[in-house]
């Protein structure tokens, strides 16, 4: 049986429906950073965040682990990463975002905030 001209538009807009929703999900939605334990970059990112407001802030914190992250594609890509880390006698949880565009080699540290 062949298909009608009618079912051609429905099948159309519903396959275009369904590129344009995924499109969105991956630029501007945030999306879950899988495997934050084995992943290298995450990894740098968080270091770069905790030194960055280290050397703002004059804290001497430290990184233990990076408990969860997202990112968001923008102009590079933007991650949101919650933190643990110490000042030596206690540890607390930060949420840290930062903006990355590595074909420039630019970071930067938009907000580090306590999470209590």
Known sequence: MAITRPHHVIILSILLFASISAFAALVGGWTPI???QNNHHV??????AVSE???R??????????VRG??????GTNYRLVLKVT???KTQ????VV???????FKNLTSFTLLH
Do not use: M, N
């Not at 990894?43 to 770069?48: F, H, L, M, S, T």
């Not at 001497?60 to 990076?66: A, D, G």
């Not at 949880?93 to 840290?96: T, V």
């Open 34 to 36: 899988k495997d934050l």
């Open 43 to 48: 990894a740098e990112i968080a270091d770069y």
């Open 53 to 55: 407001y280290d050397r």
């Open 57 to 66: 802030s004059g804290a001497k914190l430290k990184l233990v682990k990076v």
């Open 70 to 75: 997202e990112s968001q594609v923008v102009a």
């Open 87 to 89: 000042d030596g006698s």
């Open 93 to 96: 949880d930060y949420q840290a």
């Open 99 to 105: 903006w990355e565009k590595p074909w420039e080699h």
